[in-house]
């Protein structure tokens, strides 16, 4: 039975208050026991009093990170860390006592809010006090290591920054210089494996103390099923779109085959790691140069666009706001016009890296952005937007139902709504005359599928890896091995050069580094076509998905409303259901989306040998 029936019945709501820590009856003196004093009512009360103190916390945690965001200074640095560090104790003091709850028979709403109170933090903290102190000390290490980094040349000259890497990985096409420096950023990661190691050791302590077998069975506890159900879902969902990835990793191989030579990027085998133009091979969108199909008809040019129409910055954010003001969702309150960053400042330091805020749970949203006037920007001011949409829908839920219905929720929903600035929608704004032809529909879904379908197994992988190392079946010996063992199975992808268990590989990615867990954006690339699919049937559209758009239709908008009010109120299917009418993620829609591009691909692929291993 799938847990969400269990959670609307209230049936055996007691043992299913720590979700995945269900334990036969004969097995239960083995968990936690609970004080002889601690009730039902006790475990409502302190439920109330922790969204209080949370509530409180969470708005000053808000105001003092958009301060540090928008106006970095030593000062505004120290001040932003030490109200994360007061959050983070306050989130480990709850913890800590809710566990005097674990096995009570408790209302629904309250197992709920206690299972997410649970799930506030990837990292578990002990009871040991020393034990918390070295947890917090090796996490923080850790992020120094990572936001440090930077590679040299041999002679210490012309260190660059991780950014400053990307932006050449973004262009260059000189095999050499990639190998530098990939092998240079991953060095980087090396000083972290014991540390790691160390991390994950106290973390499984932390998640023991919850009733939990260990942190990574914590991490899959957040989806209203069991972790093992968990991970056979997103298998299942893997299994679903493999072929679609297939299909595109043997016609992007062929295509670098043609660039850099066969010797370079062998035909049979995994694609050297350092020629997808990222980083992490996680997304291919900047290769789309090479692997564009042959006189391919120009995609539309929607910067060229945007600058002939005369749009600024503050243009650019109207239309996204008439966007959802056509869905039928009020306008933007004054204060985020007022209080919003949407351009860089010219007179301080600032984090540019685009966001959706909510600053104190009711009407203070906001957006920081360094927008440009560019194309890219124009779909991501529409995204940053629906975050804030879902953020304003759910502010009447109490503190801890204030968040997406589960974690891949928020992104997927961003997305959805940046699916639907399509050549159509630019018409309704004025920006096109006309819808262009279908006739360069393949080279636009190609550039998309090099970032959302590529992206697929990456977003798998790295929470397959940390599970396996939580649950001790990676042993920390092996540590470089099975994460390369991974990317190929998966990914297929190689690493450019020689790797050892000197190396420390999973940390030169942000969130091993900063234990943030990953599979949600795996989810939410699977949720945002669903979504997309579902709004596009409710608009009456019949045409190919890819060209849907729904904007101004104020019917859709209002389903799209009544899923994104329930915040994480109820388990997730139900909130799935509210929307799309099933209560299952499922990858069709996105199998629908490029079916034209998978029939092209497949085309190109005849008499190829595609796969890896």
């Known amino acids: 039975m799938r847990l969400s029936h269990l959670l609307r019945t209230g049936a055996a709501i007691g043992t299913l208050f720590w979700l995945t820590a269900c334990q036969p009856a004969e097995k239960k003196a083995e968990a936690p026991a609970a004080p002889a004093k601690a009730t039902a009512a006790d475990a409502a009360k302190f439920v109330e009093r922790a969204e209080a103190e949370l509530g409180t916390a969470r708005e000053k945690l808000s105001r003092q990170s958009w301060v540090m965001n928008t106006y970095i200074t030593p000062d505004t640095l120290a001040l932003s860390s030490e109200t ?27 197992a709920r809010k206690l299972a997410l109170l649970r799930n506030e933090t990837a990292l578990p903290s002990p009871a040991d006090p020393a034990l918390n102190k070295e947890l917090s000390e090796l996490d923080a290490k ?44 991953h060095k980087v990661a090396q000083p972290m494996r014991p540390i790691y190691q160390r991390e994950a050791e106290i973390a499984n302590i932390g998640a023991k103390e919850l009733g939990v077998a260990d942190a ?91 600058t002939k129409a005369n749009y600024d910055p503050i243009k650019m954010t109207k239309s996204a706001e008439g966007f959802f003001t056509g869905l039928g969702f009020s306008p933007m309150p004054q204060t985020f016009w007022e209080r919003s960053m949407l351009t860089r400042p010219k007179d301080r330091e600032v984090v540019c890296h685009a966001s959706a805020w909510d600053i104190d749970d009711k009407d203070d949203i906001r957006i920081k952005m360094c927008m440009r006037v560019n194309g890219d920007d124009f779909q991501t001011i529409h995204h940053e937007m629906g975050h804030n949409i879902y953020q304003r829908a759910y502010k009447a839920q109490s503190t801890l139902f204030r968040n997406g219905a589960n974690d891949g929720f928020h992104e997927a929903i961003g997305d959805f709504i940046a699916l639907s600035v399509t050549p159509g929608y630019l018409v309704k704004l004025g920006l096109l005359d006309k819808e262009p032809s279908t006739e360069g529909d393949t080279g636009l879904l190609l550039q998309q599928a090099l970032d959302k379908v590529a992206f697929l197994p990456f977003g798998l992988l790295i929470d397959k890896w940390r599970w396996d190392v939580f649950n001790g079946k990676i042993k920390p010996e092996d540590y470089n091995k099975a994460w390369w063992d991974l990317r190929t199975k998966y990914q297929g992808v190689a690493a450019p050069v020689e790797r050892t268990e000197a190396d420390f590989d999973p940390g030169a990615k942000n969130h091993v580094a900063t234990s943030v867990p990953y599979v949600r954006y795996f989810l939410a690339r699977i949720l945002q076509f669903q979504f997309h699919q579902a709004a596009c049937q409710q608009a009456g559209y019949t045409g190919p998905l890819h060209r849907c758009s729904i904007a101004g239709n104020a019917e859709v908008g209002k389903r799209f409303n009544a899923m994104m009010e329930m915040g994480a109120s109820k388990p997730w299917p139900e909130a799935l259901k509210a929307f799309t009418g099933s209560e299952q993620m499922d990858a069709g829609a996105m199998l629908a989306y490029f079916a034209p591009l998978k029939e092209w691909l497949d085309k190109q692929n005849e008499g190829k040998s595609c796969g890896w291993q």
């Open 142 to 185: 850790l992020g120094e290591l990572y936001a440090t980094g930077k590679v040299c040349r041999a002679d210490g000259s012309d260190c660059l920054t991780l950014d400053e890497i990307d932006d050449v990985f973004r262009t260059s096409r000189d095999e050499k210089e990639l190998k530098r420096l990939w092998t240079g950023w």
């Open 84 to 110: 994360g560090a007061e959050y983070s104790a306050l989130v480990a003091r709850l913890t800590a006592e809710s566990k005097q709850f674990v096995g009570l028979e408790l209302a629904p709403d309250v």
């Open 216 to 306: 990574g069975t914590l991490w899959r506890s957040g989806y209203d099923m069991t972790a093992d159900q968990f991970e056979a879902e997103a298998d299942r969902l893997w299994e679903q779109v493999k072929p679609l990835y297939t299909s595109l990793h043997c016609y992007t191989r062929t295509k670098l085959g043609e660039k850099y030579g066969t010797d370079v990027v062998p035909q049979d085998k995994p694609i050297p790691a350092h020629l997808l133009g990222n980083m992490w091979a996680q997304e291919w969108g900047n290769v789309y140069d090479i692997v564009a199909p042959k006189q391919a008809t120009r995609n539309v040019d929607v910067t060229a666009l945007l």
